[in-house]
């Protein structure tokens, strides 16, 4: 350590940037959010285009072979110009965790759809009644004839109503709602019987369904991973989201302090612009201070998950705790020093916040990292 | 009249008149403002009962209730779930008018405002002027019986549901910045005025931009004396500040983490009230409230002795809305993705939408991105530490 980019790294994003900021303005991205689907399938398409979905996948699957640091790279760009496209949703997770589980057949049916922007995934993992805890699984997985009939409720889909497919979590065998073992991951198909969805839009400008699935069969090769051992693989894929999320939060406090530095120097009351208030700029630096630090952490843990650190898992504890404090910080004082033009749905500033917010409670609140990071360090 | 007594008359009267409708627009509250339409029927109620105005004088239709009793009113309003009463002309115009007006405009506005034929919005900050509000441009030029007003008004609350609106206009540009303004009353329906609205973070309109394009306005309309309405603004501003009670909606902050904290997990079968490390966090707000509380029954103690609350209501602004602001981070940690679901029409009072994902969660969100405005609005939480600085600190 320390990192520097390869010279593919730093020509993917600056390729990513400029695309990004040339042709992904505030201005279509509100106008495709409100649009049925929710995001721009010509912008979904380039990306597949430009090889962006393909980055993280193995070579023989039609992927670069890229890691954690590929994806923080993409993603820390998508955070800046607060890309909707549902990279996280589909790619990181879904297309990460059937790469890291599923048999050779299945990898083949998705993988090449996915990478070629043609398959929209998504993943069912979260019930009701609790928060970001991946184990608190009540859906079950009954054997059947030929596989398994899976029955349960399943809430916070992210990209549910554009998936052609869900991975689904479901618990074989006994009922124990806590424990980690018993807990499997399915294939099933959007249009598969007894599957049903309840579309919705979230704050941040995204979709999501609640699923409810009622004896939904699947067969034996729609198993992701070993039975009933699902953590195995989802803890590394849940890893890999928290360095996407935690990248995308980055790029979106860059782009929070530059809008806010801009808006102070040019904002005059009392005579004066009002980036000369003392107590003003230094609200800016401290943000400033708390992005640096996030980057430092975000970049460690991106190279400690691809060179398998002992601590990487450490890492992304620490990570998702500061990021939340961060994006707090910086978000909040964003929004207060905009005044009232930030609170509007017109502005980006606040749309910015309202990502940063989501960010911050998914894959566990900063609480609960902190936990983490405790019990790994002690 | 012993509090307790009160109190229990004024639970009987909130159990006997809120309607079901009423009671989950104050339920389904993420902002200050509730749903207007049933914001005014709750108005009439209330005017009907003669309690629509305690903080006014008995002669102009208070109710002669003692601090506490009108504390204690409004503390159960709040808890009953009433929908807050779009509350610009009660709280702010008709105090001032009562100070400031001439006979005429006392005896015609005032019985409007109580009865909620008039509803009143605020035309103060403007595009170049909010925390600097005195440097505020909208004019207003005299031209025989009239005057002429050009200009913009901005961050007008419910600007869309108003027939009139008082404003700050500038009427002379000469000396300081604040000897120029005055104080008018415009009608929304006069020629040349418009309102655009605003829509907020969460998908709704709670505010607007005003504009004016040659609006004539009959002299008669100005409250004060030309150019000196700097202090009646200030005046109205200090209600503004000093008339909220901030541990009163902590209150139903609370109430409402207590719920989730009691059906929520926060991770297997660990109910959140069960969780250590957000009890803690809980207790750490929950004091500065308590804190808070207190503080305001001295400000309360103050105003009874016939003092003033002066830059106290400055204190109580900055802490209550930042105390309140902390209460929505911990409900939304404790909703967590939950509370993503945006869902507009089942925040409507009287709808018959079935809200997805947990009930307890279903304003967490626009609450914790609509309060964001609450150190915004009112004079900044900077603005507030500038005025402790100077009339407290001596700084």
């Known amino acids: 350590m320390f990192i520097e980019y390869s010279e593919e790294q730093s020509m993917l994003r600056d390729s990513a940037d400029r695309y990004l900021r040339d042709n992904y303005s505030f201005e279509s991205r509100q106008a495709a959010i409100k649009e049925v689907r929710g995001f721009s399938a010509d912008h979904w398409q380039t990306f597949a285009d430009l090889g962006w979905l393909a980055m993280t996948f193995p070579e023989e699957y ?38 890291a589980g599923a048999d050779r057949a299945l990898k083949e049916k998705y993988l090449s759809g996915l990478i070629a922007g043609e398959l929209q995934g998504a993943l069912a993992y979260l019930e009701e009644g609790s928060v970001a805890d991946p184990t608190r699984v009540q859906a079950t997985a009954e054997h059947s004839n030929n596989g ?124 004066q612009s009002i980036s000369a208030f003392q107590v003003l700029r230094h609200r800016m630096v401290d943000m400033y ?90 | 009249m012993d509090d307790s007594v009160f109190r229990n008359e004024v ?28 914001a005014m029927d709750w108005h009439k109620v209330l005017y009907h009962k003669g309690w629509i105005a305690p903080d006014w004088p008995q002669e102009y239709g208070g109710t002669g209730w003692t601090l506490n009793q009108r504390y204690i009113f409004q503390e159960e309003c709040k808890l009953a779930n009433a929908p807050a009463v779009f509350a610009l002309g009660l709280q702010m115009l008709g105090p001032m008018l009562i100070h400031y007006g001439t006979q005429e405009q006392k005896d015609f506005y005032l019985p409007r405002i109580l009865s909620g034929e008039d509803s009143w919005c605020q035309g103060y900050s403007e595009p170049g002027a909010g925390s600097d509000l005195a440097s505020l441009i909208t004019a207003a030029v005299r031209d025989g019986n009239d005057y002429i007003i050009n200009g913009s008004k901005i961050w007008t609350s419910y600007a869309q549901h108003s027939n009139k609106i008082f404003c700050l206009v500038r009427t002379s540009k000469e000396g300081r910045p604040q000897a120029g303004i005055s104080f008018i009353l415009v009608d929304m329906d006069s020629t040349g005025l418009s309102v655009e609205p605003i829509v907020g973070l969460d998908g709704t309109v709670e505010q607007c931009q005003v504009f004016f394009d040659d609006v004539r306005v009959p002299a008669v309309n100005l409250v004060g004396v030309e150019n000196q309405g700097w202090d009646v603004a200030k005046y109205l501003l200090e209600f503004e500040r000093g008339g909220h009670n901030y541990a009163i909606d902590h209150k ?144």
């Open chain 2, 252 to 395: 139903k902050q609370m109430a409402k983490i207590n719920r989730q904290a009691n059906s929520q997990y926060s991770s297997g079968n660990t109910l959140w009230k069960d969780n250590k490390v957000f009890a803690a966090k809980f207790a750490d707000v929950a004091v500065d409230a308590l804190a808070l509380e207190f503080t305001e029954l001295r400000v309360k103690g103050a105003f009874e002795a016939g003092g003033n609350a002066g830059a106290l209501s400055s204190l109580t602004k900055v802490m209550g809305t930042e105390i309140g602001q902390r209460f929505n981070e911990l409900s939304l940690e404790m909703m967590g993705e939950h509370a993503f679901v945006q869902q507009l029409d089942a925040l409507l009072p009287g709808c018959e939408v079935e809200p997805i994902g947990p009930s307890c969660g279903l304003t967490t969100m626009a609450e914790y991105i609509n309060n964001r405005a609450a150190t915004i609005y009112g004079g900044s939480a900077e603005i507030q530490r500038d005025i402790i600085a100077k009339r407290v600190l001596h700084l």
């Open chain 1, 148 to 271: 398994f009939a899976i029955s349960g409720k399943k809430t916070v889909v992210l990209n549910g109503p554009e998936a052609d497919f869900f991975v689904v979590s479901a618990r074989v065998g006994g009922k124990k709602e806590s424990a980690r073992d018993g807990i499997s991951l399915f294939v099933i198909r959007k249009d598969a019987p007894g599957l049903s969805c309840n579309n919705y839009i979230t704050y941040d400008g995204r979709s999501a369904c609640e699923l409810q699935l009622h004896k939904v069969a699947v067969d034996k090769e729609s198993l992701v991973g070993d039975l009933g051992n699902a953590a195995a693989i989802a803890g590394p894929v849940f890893s890999h989201g928290i360095v996407a999320v935690c990248a995308e939060a980055l790029g979106a406090m860059d782009a929070l302090l530059a809008a806010t530095i801009d808006y102070t120097k040019q904002r005059k009351q009392f005579g």
């Open chain 1, 62 to 99: 039609g992927g670069f072979g890229g890691g954690a640091l590929e994806t923080m790279i993409l993603c820390e760009q998508f955070g800046k110009y607060l890309v909707r496209e549902p990279y996280l949703e589909s790619v990181v997770l879904v297309g990460g965790l059937i790469e």
């Open chain 2, 11 to 38: 639970q009987a009267f909130l159990t006997e008149s809120l309607t079901p409708e009423m009671k989950q627009a104050g339920e389904l509250m993420t902002s200050v403002f509730a749903d207007f339409d049933v």
């Open chain 1, 289 to 378: 201070m708390e992005i640096e630090l996030t980057r430092s952490l975000l970049m460690a843990t991106a190279w400690k998950l691809d060179n398998a650190a002992p601590d990487a898992d450490q890492c992304v504890a620490a990570l998702k705790a500061k990021m939340g404090k961060a994006g707090r910080y910086v978000s909040h004082n964003a929004m207060q020093l905009h005044g009232g033009i930030g609170t509007t749905d017109e502005f980006s500033v606040g749309h910015y916040f309202k990502r940063l917010a989501a960010i911050g409670v998914m894959f566990g609140s900063r609480d609960s990292h902190l936990s983490r990071y405790s019990k790994l360090s002690v």
